[in-house]
T-cell receptor, first 108, second 113 residues
Framework: GQQVMQIPQYQHVQEGEDFTTYCNSS?????IQWYKQRPGGHPVFLIQ?????EVKKQKRLTFQFGEAKKNSSLHITATQTTDVGTYFC????????FGTGTRLTIIP | DGGITQSPKYLFRKEGQNVTLSCEQN?????MYWYRQDPGQGLRLIYY???????QKGDIAEGYSVSREKKESFPLTVTSAQKNPTAFYLC????????????FGDGTRLSIL
């Protein structure tokens, strides 16, 4: 079946440093969604990418969808303490499959 | 305000007991989902329903059951057959189109006594 893997599983960064999480699917995807889950909270939808090679930005967050539509990345520039949480990608094919998540902690 | 309500927030189960987790939405969404979240394993799909009176098994349906008698409600029963039920359970909903983002409830944390 479809598998979606994310790396790294954990990332600790100093406040102000950049952060990137990578998402890889075993199959070609129709689209990919990204969610953020704050500690103790529930996942919240961030963005959806549909087109091959698509790049979208939300303030300090940059999302990319690979040319082959099998991988994606989320890059955060100059992290802040409010960025703390777990970031999940979710790939859509026949169904939506969530990645394993990357847990980001910030060292003030 | 529109949203998804899960209850209870915390739930304890005794050995051999069935427990039911509630999920209600007033977003008028057609599709509803149940996920299980364990540390380091992301979200795994238990059951989903795309329309009233119809539901399908997800990746880890064994030991769980659901019903979808009303559009707004999608309760999940954790049966005694589920030998490792301790986890964080999340309910989600979205519009009928699979391309739509999912909206999540606050979750129910289930533990074994």
């Amino acid at each position: 079946g479809q598998q979606v893997m994310q790396i790294p599983q954990y990332q600790h960064v100093q406040e102000g440093e950049d952060f990137t999480t990578y998402c890889n699917s075993s199959t070609t995807l129709s689209n990919i969604q990204w969610y953020k889950q704050r500690p103790g909270g529930h996942p919240v939808f961030l963005i959806q990418l549909v087109k091959s090679g698509e790049v979208k930005k939300q303030k300090r967050l940059t999302f990319q969808f690979g040319e082959a539509k099998k991988n994606s990345s989320l890059h955060i520039t100059a992290t802040q303490t409010t960025d703390v949480g777990t970031y999940f990608c979710a790939g859509l094919n026949e169904k939506l499959t969530f990645g394993t998540g990357t847990r980001l902690t910030i060292i003030p | 305000d529109g949203g998804i309500t899960q209850s209870p927030k915390y739930l304890f189960r005794k050995e051999g007991q069935n427990v039911t987790l509630s999920c209600e939405q007033n977003l008028n969404h057609d599709a509803m989902y149940w996920y299980r979240q364990d540390p380091g394993q992301g979200l795994r799909l238990i059951y989903y329903s795309q329309i009233v009176n119809d539901f399908q098994k997800g990746d880890i349906a064994e030991g769980y059951s659901v019903s979808r008698e009303k559009k707004e409600s999608f309760p999940l029963t954790v049966t005694s057959a589920q030998k490792n039920p301790t986890a964080f359970y999340l309910c989600a909903s979205c519009r009928g189109n699979r391309n739509q983002p999912q909206h999540f409830g606050d979750g129910t944390r289930l533990s074994i006594l």
